[in-house]
């Protein structure tokens, strides 16, 4: 198990539990990562993933809190990481994606518009090192959405969206353990873009295909 997901099962336990109730703060964090036996920096990790998935209120200047959520609910959220690590069928739609996407990216090559490319440029403007890991997967999503619309092909378009819909718990643990994630991320969808300007369907298809085997190949590890 990696540590941020150790951490994470910790500070989880310590919830269901009733250890630490709806509404509690948490210790400080020296004292929370003495007490877990994690570093401090694993403890901030899990903290940001929680804090995304609505299990912790993190309020600057004053703590960390549980949220109010009912117990109920609380479980639901928690499902997140566990449905993530136990659901494999996760590897079978990123080898899907890594088959359409690179080919919808060639086709689109030949047929994008000035005003396509525009937006591709414009998805770019916002993000930097210190986007957030759900910006980033917005900007993401987005990304290769506008690109599955540029090859002009409506059922193309309509599985690659359900397809990417359904890797943005993925997509998110992989921004929150992955390190420079961001600016992998950011560096591989401007290559994209500059491929596509410049109509190479072929580099095209190829950097599509590195692009989401490297997402893939990271959560065939992490599974």
């Known amino acids: 198990m990696a540590v941020t997901d150790e951490a994470i099962t910790k500070i989880k336990d ?9 509404g509690d703060r948490l210790p400080p964090e020296k004292e929370l990562s003495e007490k877990l036996g994690l570093s401090r920096s694993s403890l901030r990790e899990a903290v940001k993933a929680l804090e995304i998935i609505r299990v912790l209120d993190v309020r600057r200047g004053d703590g960390t809190y549980v949220t109010s959520l009912e117990p109920k609910l609380l479980t639901e959220a928690m499902t997140f990481i ?15 994606r ?3 996407e690179p080919a919808a990216a060639s086709i689109a090559a030949g047929r994008i518009s000035l005003e396509q490319l525009a937006a591709l440029r414009a998805t770019m403007e916002d993000i930097s090192e ?3 890991v759900e910006s980033l997967v917005e900007h993401d999503l987005v990304f290769h959405g506008l690109i599955a619309a540029a090859a002009n092909n409506s059922y193309l378009s309509s599985i690659l969206d359900a397809l990417s819909s359904s890797t943005v718990r993925a997509r998110i643990w992989r921004g929150l353990t992955q390190e420079r994630a961001v600016d992998r991320t950011l560096a591989e969808h401007n ?3 500059e491929a ?10 190829a950097l599509l ?3 989401i085997s490297g997402v893939e190949n990271w959560l065939r590890q992490a599974l």
């Open 130 to 132: 210190a986007t957030s």
């Open 98 to 100: 890594r088959i359409l």
């Open 14 to 22: 310590m919830i269901l539990s009733g250890e630490l109730s709806a």
């Open 82 to 96: 566990v449905d993530l690590h136990q659901d494999k069928s996760i590897l079978d739609i990123f080898e899907v």
């Open 209 to 211: 295909t590195v692009h």
């Open 191 to 193: 290559s994209i873009i």
């Open 196 to 205: 596509l300007e410049r109509g190479d369907a072929e580099l095209a298809r």
